[in-house]
């Protein structure tokens, strides 16, 4: 699959779990704005970025990498700006479940891309992020 319909299908995932949150979901049109959807939680309105991954690294048995800004090629990659989106939402999926990191956008700062380690006993760096779904709802 191409990473263009990947990303839809990443979308549509966030969606559905956003839905069954109680959270209502606005798409962006278009592939122009740096945010791929609006939550609205009926107090709060949040710019959705999402992403996702299923490759885990070569060599690692639990380590995925999840890029964290845009472009298609590797080697032109550039940040988001500051102000970009409010919250980044990551897919992991593993084969076996979807887990969802939901970040903030100032934790995320200028990275290029973040790891993340989705096993149980995992004491990564995001964490605390994981099924971070109180950060908008």
């Known amino acids: 699959m191409n990473h263009k319909k990947l990303g839809t299908v990443y979308e549509v995932a966030f969606k559905l ?4 949150h109680g959270l209502d979901v606005c798409p962006a049109e278009g592939d122009y704005l740096p945010y791929d959807l609006i939550v609205d939680n009926k107090k709060d309105l949040f710019r959705v970025q999402v992403k996702g991954t299923g ?3 070569p ?10 800004a845009m472009g298609a090629k590797t080697s032109q990659k550039s940040r988001y700006a ?7 939402a990551c897919c992991v999926d593993t084969g076996n479940a979807r887990i969802w990191y939901l970040i903030p956008k100032k934790e995320i700062g200028t990275r290029l ?3 993340l380690f ?6 990564g760096q995001w964490e605390k992020y ?4 109180d950060l908008i709802c």
Do not use: F, M
Request: aromatic letters at 8%; hydrophobic letters at 25%; one cysteine or more.
């Open 130 to 133: 994981r099924h971070g779904w």
């Open 17 to 20: 779990e956003a839905l069954s």
């Open 118 to 123: 989705p096993n149980p006993t995992s004491k």
């Open 113 to 115: 891309s973040i790891k």
């Open 59 to 68: 060599g690692k048995k639990c380590e995925y990498q999840v890029t964290t």
């Open 55 to 57: 490759a885990k690294q």
């Open 82 to 88: 500051e102000n970009a989106y409010d919250v980044l």
